[in-house]
């Protein structure tokens, strides 16, 4: 028998986790006004006021599981002999994968007829979630891991992702971007558009004048990049801005009209690191650009 497990740093929102029967999925933790949630794929997060306690100067952290959250997790299914796939976050994202490892090398110890696999999607919200999406849904087709494995090796590398964040505090709290370079930026109105990169970190990719400008500029890139439209969607995520949002999704959609494109907000993993009123896009191309 195989099991196949997911986390909640994929922001696959739940109402699609439901439809497609996911069932084992690792609950990351983050924490605001001093109160630590697990992340439960948006069913009971409001991203309201999640955002609005950032406006408000709540600073939000998230942190790793330990060894023992795995094992909690895993064990069941170890004891059982059973396979296991875990389509994962990106390993650059976060130093919880250590205690992953320490967990796996354990239970495999202690139970050696179960089988482990983690697939790396290099990817962190929708872009980890897209490639989870369809795992999932090879999966209930009832599709082999090694099939599942074949088609995530080919269609990861073709995810991308790109975000321009409101405000700079956040990128700058998080160590992804210097004080000077932040203060400098919010005086000139400098946006950064972050890409993700092929080794799954987040990266600066370009710097545009003005929220609108930057904004337009990922609609265009999408529209110059964008593969496979009748297959896979175009994904729009926004920290409690849905009028940028929509700005974005009506740039696309004037250019792409049958392009099918989802919509929902950013979850707390992301939202931490980026801020209230980011926008991002993930969507399919021929490789990351």
Known sequence: MSVLFIDTNCELWHTKAKELGIKNIIRMPYTICDKEYFYDLGEKYDPKEFFGLMRKGN??????????????????????????????FSSKMSGTFTFLD???KELSQQYPDAKFTRFDTKGISMSAGISVYYAAKMYKEGKSFEEIIKFLERFVPKVNMAVTPESLVYLKRGGRLSAAHATIGSILQVKPIIRLNDEGALESAMKVNGRKKAIATIAEQV??????TDKY??????????????????KIKAALPHAEIWTW???PVIGTHCGPGTVGVIYIGDKRN
């Open 102 to 104: 320490i967990a796996i």
């Open 223 to 228: 529209i110059q990049n964008v593969r496979e």
């Open 59 to 88: 600073m939000p952290i998230t942190s790793c599981l330990n060894a023992e959250n795995y094992k909690e997790y895993f064990e069941p299914f170890f004891k059982n002999g059973e396979d296991i796939l875990y389509v994962s």
């Open 265 to 267: 907000p950013v979850g």
């Open 233 to 250: 969607p175009i994904t729009v995520l926004d920290a409690d801005c849905q009028e940028d949002a929509q700005f974005l999704v009506d």
